[in-house]
C-alpha cells in the first residue's frame, strides 16, 4: 500500500456543513486515480491516529487538483477537526486510491442515469465529470435528492455542467422541504420514489442504460427494486457502500472474547466487546493497524486467521480475493476465546 503526503491548496465551502479540500498533486510521484474512487485520509487527534476514506469529487480528466468533499457529521471526531481544524498549506497523509465504483467504457450503453441523495453525490459527480468529457456520445442523467437547494451540494458545480452540456445532461432534483416555484420545474417534492423512477424509464431502451447509485440502503433498495421490474441487467447497475449492513441475527451466538493480534512483531491480547469487530477494538486498545473503507470492500485491514474461529458479517459484496484463511477484520467478529490474528508478513 502506497502511502504519500499532499499540500492542501484551497478549502472550498460547498455548503453550511459541507467543505472541499483540494490539494496539489506531488511533484514526483502523481497520484494517479479512476473517477469514482476515494482517497483515505489520516490525521493524528488526541494523541490516536484516525482514517477515514472520502470519494473524490474531482475527476481526472477535468480538474487539475485532487479533490475530496467532506460533509461534518455530528459527534464525527474525523470530520469535525477538518473542518475546524484543516487549513490552506496544511500537510496531510494519505494512502493511494482505492475503490471499484468506477465508470467502464462500454460501446452498447448509450444512457446513463446517476442516483443519489445528500453526501452521496460525491462520487457520482466525479464519474459525471469523467464521463461529459471522455464519452461524447452518453446522454448523462441525474436524479438528486436534498431537503432544498440550501442544502445541495455542488449546486454551482451542477448548473454549470447544465450550461456547459445542455444537450447532453438532464437533472432533476427531489427535495424533502419543497417550495414550488414555476422557474424550478425540475424539482419534485418528497424523495425519490419508484413511481418517478418507472415513469422515468418507460419508454427508454433499459438494456442500453447503466445505473449508479450513491446514498441511503433505503434509496438504493428503491432504485434496484424498480430497475428488476424493468428488467434492467444487473451488470449494468453500481452502487456504492458506505456502511456495513448488519443483521441483528448475525450476532445471536457472538460473545465477549479475547483475540491475540500479532502486528509488526508484536503480540498483543485485545478484548473484543460483543457487537465490536475486531478492528475496532484493537483501535481502542491503542494498537494502529492499518485500514480504510470499514465496510469490507476494501482489504486493507486484512488479517490471517492462525488459530480459533472467526466470522465476517455484513460484507457489503461478494469477495473472490481472499483466501480460506484471510479476515478483513473491520467486519470480523470472534467465535471462539483462542482466535490468534497476523497482520502483514
Given at each position: 500500500?502506497?502511502?504519500?503526503?499532499l499540500?492542501?491548496h484551497?478549502?472550498?465551502?460547498?455548503?453550511?456543513?459541507?467543505?472541499?479540500?483540494?490539494?496539489?498533486q506531488?511533484?514526483?510521484?502523481?497520484?494517479?486515480?479512476?473517477?469514482g474512487?476515494?482517497?483515505?485520509?489520516s490525521?493524528?487527534i488526541?494523541g490516536?491516529?484516525?482514517?477515514?476514506?472520502?470519494?473524490?469529487?474531482?475527476?481526472?480528466?477535468?480538474?487539475?487538483?485532487?479533490?475530496?468533499?467532506?460533509k461534518?457529521?455530528?459527534?464525527?471526531?474525523?470530520?469535525?477537526y477538518?473542518?475546524?481544524s484543516?487549513?490552506?498549506?496544511?500537510?496531510v497523509?494519505?494512502?493511494?486510491?482505492?475503490?471499484?465504483?468506477?465508470?467502464?467504457?462500454?460501446e452498447?450503453?448509450?444512457?446513463?442515469?446517476f442516483w443519489g441523495?445528500?453526501?452521496g453525490?460525491?462520487p457520482?459527480i466525479?464519474?459525471i465529470?469523467?464521463?461529459?468529457?471522455?464519452?461524447?456520445?452518453?446522454?448523462v442523467n441525474?436524479?438528486?435528492?436534498?431537503?432544498n437547494?440550501?442544502?445541495?451540494?455542488?449546486?454551482?458545480?451542477i448548473n454549470?455542467?447544465l450550461?456547459?452540456?445542455?444537450?447532453?445532461?438532464k437533472?432533476?432534483?427531489?427535495?424533502?422541504?419543497?417550495?414550488?416555484?414555476?422557474?424550478?420545474h425540475?424539482v419534485?417534492?418528497?424523495?425519490?420514489?419508484?413511481?418517478?423512477?418507472l415513469?422515468?424509464l418507460?419508454?427508454?431502451?433499459?438494456?442500453?442504460?447503466?445505473?449508479?447509485?450513491?446514498?441511503?440502503?433505503?434509496?438504493?433498495n428503491t432504485?434496484k427494486?424498480?430497475?428488476?421490474v424493468?428488467?434492467?441487467?444487473?451488470?449494468t447497475?453500481f452502487?456504492?457502500?458506505?456502511?456495513l449492513?448488519?443483521?441483528?441475527?448475525?450476532?445471536?451466538?457472538?460473545?465477549?472474547?479475547?483475540v491475540?493480534?500479532?502486528?509488526?512483531?508484536?503480540?498483543?491480547?485485545?478484548?473484543?466487546?460483543?457487537?465490536?469487530?475486531?478492528?475496532?477494538?484493537?483501535?481502542d486498545?491503542?494498537?494502529?493497524?492499518?485500514?480504510?473503507?470499514?465496510?469490507?470492500?476494501?482489504n486493507t485491514?486484512?488479517?490471517k486467521?492462525k488459530e480459533g474461529?472467526?466470522r465476517?458479517?455484513?460484507?457489503?459484496?461478494?469477495r473472490?480475493?481472499?483466501e480460506?484463511?484471510?479476515?478483513l477484520?473491520?467486519?470480523?467478529y470472534?467465535?471462539?476465546?483462542?482466535?490468534y490474528?497476523?497482520?502483514?508478513?
Amino acid at each position: 500500500m502506497k502511502n504519500y503526503t499532499l499540500k492542501v491548496h484551497d478549502v472550498k465551502k460547498e455548503t453550511q456543513d459541507t467543505i472541499t479540500l483540494c490539494f496539489k498533486q506531488p511533484g514526483l510521484r502523481k497520484i494517479k486515480y479512476q473517477a469514482g474512487q476515494y482517497l483515505t485520509l489520516s490525521f493524528r487527534i488526541n494523541g490516536r491516529k484516525y482514517t477515514r476514506p472520502y470519494s473524490f469529487s474531482s475527476a481526472p480528466s477535468a480538474d487539475a487538483f485532487l479533490e475530496t468533499t467532506i460533509k461534518r457529521v455530528p459527534e464525527g471526531v474525523f470530520s469535525n477537526y477538518v473542518h475546524d481544524s484543516i487549513q490552506v498549506g496544511d500537510i496531510v497523509e494519505v494512502m493511494e486510491p482505492m475503490g471499484d465504483f468506477v465508470h467502464t467504457n462500454d460501446e452498447s450503453i448509450n444512457e446513463i442515469y446517476f442516483w443519489g441523495v445528500g453526501s452521496g453525490i460525491t462520487p457520482l459527480i466525479s464519474i459525471i465529470k469523467e464521463v461529459l468529457i471522455s464519452n461524447p456520445l452518453v446522454q448523462v442523467n441525474l436524479i438528486y435528492g436534498n431537503k432544498n437547494f440550501e442544502s445541495t451540494i455542488f449546486l454551482d458545480t451542477i448548473n454549470q455542467l447544465l450550461v456547459q452540456y445542455t444537450s447532453r445532461l438532464k437533472v432533476w432534483h427531489f427535495h424533502t422541504q419543497y417550495t414550488h416555484d414555476e422557474k424550478h420545474h425540475f424539482v419534485k417534492s418528497g424523495r425519490i420514489n419508484q413511481e418517478f423512477i418507472l415513469n422515468l424509464l418507460k419508454d427508454v431502451a433499459i438494456e442500453k442504460t447503466a445505473h449508479y447509485i450513491c446514498g441511503p440502503v433505503d434509496l438504493k433498495n428503491t432504485i434496484k427494486e424498480a430497475l428488476a421490474v424493468l428488467e434492467c441487467p444487473k451488470a449494468t447497475i453500481f452502487s456504492e457502500d458506505f456502511e456495513l449492513v448488519k443483521d441483528p441475527k448475525d450476532f445471536e451466538d457472538i460473545l465477549t472474547q479475547h483475540v491475540n493480534i500479532r502486528f509488526q512483531g508484536n503480540d498483543t491480547l485485545v478484548e473484543v466487546l460483543k457487537g465490536k469487530s475486531v478492528l475496532e477494538s484493537a483501535l481502542d486498545a491503542g494498537i494502529e493497524l492499518p485500514y480504510s473503507c470499514q465496510t469490507g470492500s476494501c482489504n486493507t485491514c486484512k488479517g490471517k486467521l492462525k488459530e480459533g474461529k472467526m466470522r465476517m458479517i455484513g460484507l457489503a459484496k461478494d469477495r473472490d480475493d481472499l483466501e480460506k484463511e484471510d479476515y478483513l477484520l473491520c467486519c470480523s467478529y470472534p467465535l471462539t476465546d483462542n482466535v490468534y490474528v497476523e497482520i502483514g508478513n
